[in-house]
Each structure stands twice: as C-alpha cells, then as structure tokens.
C-alpha cells in the first residue's frame, strides 16, 4: 500500500519513533515540531503529561541584525534557548524526539545548538 504524502509519511514515522522514546522526570523527552516558516522545542515528562520548557523561533531575539536570516540559524538559536531554560529549571539531560523528521538541516542544528549550550542527549 502506497503512502498518500511526506505528512504521512512522517507521521508513521513518528509513531515508530514515541513508541520507544519516553521521557521521564530524570530524562524528559525534547520534542521538535517543524513547519515550513517556523520551529518549535519542548522539553516533556511523558510520565505526568507536562510540558517542562518550551521555546518557539519568534521568541528568540538576535544579538545582531543579521544574526538570525535562515531558517537553520533560527533553528539553532531555538536549540541554545531551549538548553538555556531547561538550565533554570535543573534539567541536564533529555531524550531526543526527532518527531519523524531526518536528522540534517533544521533538526540538527536545532540539536547542535542546545548541545553546544550543555544539554546531553
């Protein structure tokens, strides 16, 4: 049976993917959601069903004028914000939920950036 869309594509793939990625208190779960224009970051504890931190692009103010033009710099402008939150609220480690998407462009600079401001995952 042939798959409709990308959309459903990375649903199903998402699905795989929650199925074995649980966040904890110890571990909370760093889920992503990327649109064409935007990116979203939130830290979850699956066991209670809270949302811990959450960071959006339009939230990130640049340091400079020019700082924040592409969609991979915004991503990872997010990625350093969201690991400057979870920093206030005492998290140090999460599981990455890379919501189906692949692991290039957006997404891994959304992750290179919260690893580059301490988060471990």
Excluded: C, W
């Excluded at 064409?36 to 809270?50: F, L, P, S, T, V």
């Excluded at 990130?60 to 710099?73: E, G, H, N, S, Y």
């Excluded at 400057?84 to 692991?103: E, L």
């Amino acid at each position: 049976m042939k798959r409709k869309n990308k959309q459903e594509n990375r649903k199903k793939r998402h699905r795989k993917i929650r199925a074995k990625v649980k966040g904890t208190a110890k571990r909370p779960r760093l889920s992503i959601f990327r649109s064409n224009r935007h990116i979203y970051a939130q830290i979850i504890n699956d066991e209670e069903g809270k949302t811990l931190v959450s960071v959006k692009d339009s939230e990130v103010k640049p340091v400079k004028k020019k700082d924040l033009t592409t969609k991979r710099a915004k991503a990872f402008a997010v990625g350093k914000e969201i690991a400057k939150k979870a920093k206030k609220k005492k998290i140090k480690s999460v599981v990455f939920d890379r919501s189906g998407y692949q692991y290039h462009g957006r997404v891994e600079a959304l992750a290179e950036g919260a690893r580059s401001n301490g988060l471990e995952f």
